[in-house]
């Protein structure tokens, strides 16, 4: 319902009823009716929500992805540094009939860090490393799955075949084999690495 002002007295009259009340009211004035009467519209209130409804729709859908992205990173991120596999197999070496130290820091240190192929299982470090000199192998993961020998020996930057032990030649008269457990194994088999396994590497008669 649209109604306007009378200039004279304040009142508000609808639109159409302007000039019967210039005559009614004002009867000495309603010959000065002038158009430019101060029109007040009374519709319907509009919404703020429903006056803004697309932006609206729009910020919350960008939330929404948001909160679902930063869950999605969260989690993986959770995943990614979560331990599964905490092993410790043992591996002592002996190079024609010396004892050979296995080092510290392999898997973590630059310069004992020679593959990275493994690196997505490893939680901040590769997930087969040592911390000292003791041969224990820390196998920490964040999948279950099997890691061997072959790779530990891989990111130390070493390897194990017949005619070589970590980079020193087999002296005439010996040979490279390995024992897993007690059991003896030839120097090019790989080995599946267990929980307090014993491993030896040797170069010898």
């Keep these: 319902m649209e109604t306007e002002k009378c200039p004279h007295c304040g009142a508000s009259v609808k639109k159409e009823n302007l000039r019967g009340h210039f005559e009614r009211v004002h009867p000495r ?29 729009l910020v919350l859908s960008l939330l929404a992805l948001a909160v679902i ?20 197999p043992q591996l002592s070496v002996t190079i024609n009939g ?4 296995v080092p510290a ?9 020679a593959d990275h192929s493994l690196d ?12 000292d000199t003791s041969g224990t192998i820390h196998e920490e993961s964040n999948t279950m799955r099997d890691f061997t020998l ?7 930057g070493q390897s194990v075949s017949a005619s070589q032990v970590m980079g020193h030649p087999v002296d ?3 040979r490279a084999y390995i024992v897993v457990d007690g059991v003896q194994q030839s120097a090019t088999q790989d080995v599946v ?5 014993k491993i030896q590497v040797i170069c010898g008669p």
Excluded: C
Aim: hydrophobic share 35%; net charge positive; glycine share 8%.
């Design 98 to 101: 010396t004892p050979y130290t």
């Design 193 to 197: 690495l267990k929980d307090g396994q």
């Design 105 to 113: 820091q392999i898997g973590i240190s630059p310069n004992l860090y």
């Design 150 to 156: 072959q790779q530990f020996l891989a990111i130390w």
């Design 29 to 57: 004035r309603s010959g000065s009716f002038k158009a430019e009467s101060k029109t007040v519209s009374y519709g319907k209130p509009t919404s703020f929500f429903r006056s803004h409804r697309r932006r609206n729709v």
């Design 172 to 174: 005439s008269g010996h």
């Design 69 to 88: 992205g930063i869950s999605m990173a969260a989690s993986q991120f959770a995943a990614a540094n979560t331990m599964r596999i905490h092993w410790h």
């Design 120 to 131: 997505q299982y490893g939680i901040g470090m590769a997930p087969l490393h040592t911390h």
